[in-house]
């Protein structure tokens, strides 16, 4: 019964360790989980900073951010992205030019373009 244990549990170690579907599945929720944290953490700076034309920069660097972290990350930033979007479009109505603007700089992020390039001058460095 013992050697039947050890026998599993050693089973379970070498396909955790290998790239087996089982352990891709894994590193796809991990990176799935990071990246909505990184939008998560985006949308708390943009807040904190209250900052005049920021939203482009922060959009894109949450969607950089979380894409970085591998394909789990950058289906989190593109589905958070679009959710945020359709709600703002249908809710909010700040308008579908808004809207479009957002999402290229939300793909522009996920792409892995540099996210200072929607940066607006004097947003502290802490961002």
């Known amino acids: 019964m ?15 360790s290998a790239d087996s579907p089982i352990a891709r599945a894994g590193r796809f929720v991990g990176d799935a989980a990071g990246g909505a944290w990184d939008m998560f953490r985006a949308y708390w700076d943009m807040r904190e900073a209250n900052y005049k034309n920021s ?5 894109a660097r949450g969607n950089y951010d979380a894409a970085r972290r591998g394909p789990g990350g950058a ?23 808004d ?10 992020g996920r792409r892995g373009g540099d996210p200072n390039r929607y940066r607006p001058a004097g947003l502290p460095s802490k961002y």
């Open 99 to 108: 809207t479009r603007a957002d999402q290229e700089a939300n793909e522009f």
């Open 55 to 59: 939203d482009k920069y922060f959009h």
């Open 2 to 16: 013992r050697l039947c244990v050890c026998l599993v549990l050693l089973s379970f170690i070498l396909c955790a």
């Open 75 to 97: 289906w989190a930033a593109k589905v958070i992205s679009d959710a945020r979007e359709k709600w703002q479009s249908d809710v909010s109505g700040r308008g579908a030019e």
